[in-house]
C-alpha cells in the first residue's frame, strides 16, 4: 500500500504479514511513516493506493469487527484529567463490550490502587503510559499495536512494559511494536521491519539481520609487546579482515568466530603475550544507521558519527 500526502510520499508501496503470537517489531527513524501506517491497519487514515490486511480482513470494510479485536497505544492518545485512572479503564471496557477489571489492570501495567483511584490530571508522563497500555490491554485483543510504547517511561517502567509485550505474545497475541529505538525493538521483538523513508528496507529476525550484513567482531588483544613481524601476516588468517594498533593494543577485525582464537595464537607464537582481551560484536545500531542513513549522510565518510 501507499499513502501520499501532497508531495511527500508517507507510504511506498509497503507490504508486511504479521504473523500470530509473534512480536513484530516496525523500527525506523523520526517520520519514517509508522505512525502513518499504523493508522492504515486501524482505518483512520486511508491508502492512496493499495489496502492493508489486518487479522485476514480489510480495516476499510472490518472496521468495527477489527477494532474490537485490536489493541491500540496510539502515538498521540487523549486522556481526561478529570476522571481517574480506574474510570478510563472502565470506561474503555464498556466501549469494547468488554468485562475486564480495572483493578487487574492496573496491576498488569504496575499502578497501584491507590493511583489508579487519582485524577489523571496529576499523573506523570509515565504513569499515563501506563494507563494507556492499560487500555490498549481491554478486551483481551487478537492484535496489540504499540505506538512508540516506551515514551515517557522510565527503566523500570520499561523493563516491566517489555515484559508485558512479551507475556500477551505468548498468550497468543501478535503484537505490532513500533519504535524509532533500537534496542527497545531488540529487546522483545521476533522480526523486525526497518522502514526509512516510507519505505521497508528490511524485513528479517535480529539475527538475520545481523548475518545478513555480516557486521563482524572486533577482537582487542593487550599485549607485552607488539610483534611487528608477525602483523603483515595476520591478514592471511582466514576470517581476519584487518588490524590496527594502537599502543600495544592490537584490534583485529574478526568475521568468524574462529578467526579470533587463531589470531589470538598467531601473535602469541610469535613471541608476545596477550594480557588480556576484549570482544565486541559490531553494534546493530552501526547497522540500523546504515539501512536509515540519507542519501546525503550515505556519501558523507562519517555517516556513523553524522548519526550517532
Ligand atoms: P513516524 O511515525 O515514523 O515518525 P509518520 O507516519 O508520523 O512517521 O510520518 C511520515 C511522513 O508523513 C512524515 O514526512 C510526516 O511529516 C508525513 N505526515 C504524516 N501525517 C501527515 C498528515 N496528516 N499530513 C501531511 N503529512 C503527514
Ligand atoms: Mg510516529
Known sequence: MTKEYGEVTAIDNLNLDIEEGEVFGFLGPNGAGKSTTINILLDFVTPTSGSATVLGSDPQKATRELHRRIGVLPEGYELYDRLSGRKHLAFAAETKGADDDPSELLERVGLDPDEG????????????????????????????????????????????????????????????FSSHILGQVEAVCDRVGVLNDGELVAVDSIEGLRDAFGSGTTLTIELDTIPDDALPTLPEIEGVAGYEINGTSLAVQCTTPRAKG?????????????LDIHIEEAGLDVLFNKLTATDEQRSDESVEEVVA
Open 117 to 176: 483511584d487519582r485524577k489523571v490530571g496529576g499523573y506523570s508522563k509515565g504513569m499515563k503510559q501506563r494507563l494507556a497500555l492499560a487500555a490498549a490491554l481491554v478486551g483481551d485483543p487478537d492484535l496489540l499495536i504499540l505506538d512508540e510504547p516506551s515514551a515517557g517511561l522510565d527503566p523500570t517502567g520499561i523493563q516491566r512494559m517489555q515484559e508485558l509485550v512479551r507475556a500477551e505474545a505468548e498468550r497468543g497475541t501478535a503484537v505490532f
Open 262 to 274: 587463531e589470531a589470538i595464537s598467531h601473535v602469541q607464537t610469535a613471541g608476545a603475550t596477550a
